[in-house]
DNA sequence: ACTCATAACTGAGTGCAGTCATGATTTGTT
DNA sequence: AACAAATCATGACTGCACTCAGTTATGAGT
C-alpha cells in the first residue's frame, strides 16, 4: 500500500488554504471585537486576500460567521449530550443539554445573537448554513432521547416537545430584551419554561 | 366649557402632517413591493420630505416597519381574543387567538418575517418597538387568560405556558425553512406543538 | 416689530456589504 | 510544448441605510 499522495491538484490545495487563512482571520477578528465592529475588507487583509474572494468561500458575512462558530456549538452540544448521560433527572438532563450551548453562545454576546439571527432569517440553503441547522437537529434529538425516559411521554410527543425546547432556548438566547442577561440568568429562564411543559 | 381649540400650534401641526405623509408613504410602498424592494429614499420622495427626515420620525428602516403595521397586528390580536371567547375547547380557543395573527403577518411574507426580526433583534427602547412588544405581552395574557380556564393550569404556569407559545409562534413564522408554508400549515405546526404543551 | 434660542429639516456625504468584468492559474488535450 | 477550456481571484464599483453640518422655521421674550 503506497502512502497516499494528496489526490488534490494544485488548485484545491490553494483553495483550502486560502479558506483556512480566512477563517483563522475570521476567528481572530471575531472574538477580539465582534462581528459588527469588523469590516470584511479587514478579515481580507488578515487573510491576504482579495475583498471579493471572502464572498466566494461565505456568500455572506452572516454566512462566516456560521463557518466559524458551528464546530463550538457542535463541541458544546457533545459535552452537554455527554453530560446529560449521568444525570437521572429528565429535567435536570434536558439542562444539562442547554446550558453549555447557551454558555457558548454566550462567550461573546452580540456574536452570539448574530449567529442565531442567521440561522433563522439566513439562506438555508448555503452550506454553512445548512450545518448549522443540522447542529440543531442534533441536539433535538438529544433533548427528545432524554424526554423520552419519561413513560409519561410518548415517542411522537418527544419530537415536538425537543422542537419546542429549542424554539425556547432560541428566544431567550436571541431577544435584545434580554442582552444583558448572564448564562445563569438565562439558563434559569430556559429551566423555568422547560419545566412547565413537562407532565 | 368652551370647545378645545387644537392646543397644538403650527409646529407640531406640521410634525404630525410630516408624519402621517411618511406613514401613508411607507405603508403603501411596503404592501406593494415588499420592504426589502422600497428603497428609504423613495418613501421620503413619496411623503415629500428630506432622506434625513424620515429618520427623525424612525430610528431604522425597521422602526419604520414597525410603526406601519403595530396597528394591524394590534387589529389581529383583539379580532382573535373576541373569537377565543366563543369558544369552548381550550387548544381551540388557543388557536383562536392565534389564527388572525398568523394571518396578518403573511399578508406578505418578506414584511412579516422582517417585522418579527426587528422585533426581536431591534432596540427595544425605540417607541414604535417598544408598541410591538406591548402587542406581545397582551397576546401572551390573552393566551395565559384562556390556559387558566383549564383547572389543570396553575396560574403562575398560564403565564409561563404563554411565553412559551409565543415562542413557538415566533419561529413557526419567522424561520427561512417555513417561508413558502401557508396559513394553514403554520397554523397546523403551531398547533400541533400547543397541543403538546398542553397537560 | 425685532431679536434670540431652540427645535425641525435637509441632502450631500460616509461607510460598508456585496457584485462583476477582467485577468490570472491550473488542468486537460493534441 | 502549445493551446484551449475551465476555474478561481481580484479590486474598482454600486447601491443603500444612515449621519451630520449647515439651514430654516417657530415661538418666546421684550
Known amino acids: 500500500m503506497s502512502f497516499v ?22 476567528t481572530e ?13 479587514q ?7 482579495g475583498t471579493g474572494t471572502v464572498f466566494l468561500y461565505a456568500k455572506t458575512k452572516g454566512e462566516l460567521l456560521l463557518l466559524v462558530q ?4 457542535s463541541d458544546a452540544l457533545e459535552r452537554g449530550r455527554s453530560d446529560a448521560e449521568t444525570v437521572s433527572d429528565v429535567l435536570d438532563a434536558v439542562m444539562a443539554i442547554i446550558e453549555p450551548i447557551v454558555r457558548c453562545n454566550r462567550t461573546q454576546v452580540d456574536n452570539g445573537r448574530t449567529y442565531l439571527r442567521e440561522m433563522v432569517f439566513g439562506n438555508p440553503e448555503e452550506p454553512h448554513h ?4 443540522a447542529i440543531v437537529v442534533r ?21 415536538t416537545l425537543a422542537h419546542v425546547v429549542s424554539a425556547i432556548m432560541f428566544l431567550a438566547m436571541a431577544a435584545t430584551v434580554d442582552k444583558d442577561r448572564s448564562v445563569d440568568e438565562i439558563v434559569k429562564n430556559i429551566r423555568a419554561q422547560v419545566s412547565a411543559l413537562l407532565p
Open 43 to 49: 478579515i481580507a487583509e488578515k487573510a491576504d486576500v
Open 5 to 26: 499522495p494528496e489526490p488534490v491538484g494544485r488548485r484545491e490545495r490553494n483553495k483550502q488554504q486560502k479558506l483556512d487563512r480566512i477563517t483563522a482571520a475570521a
Open 139 to 159: 441536539t433535538e434529538e438529544a433533548v427528545a432521547a432524554v424526554l423520552r425516559r419519561s413513560e409519561r411521554v410518548g415517542e411522537a410527543a418527544a419530537a
Open 70 to 73: 458551528n464546530a463550538n456549538y
Open 29 to 41: 477578528l471575531f472574538a477580539e471585537r465582534g462581528v459588527d465592529e469588523v469590516t470584511t475588507q
Open 130 to 133: 445548512a450545518e448549522a441547522l
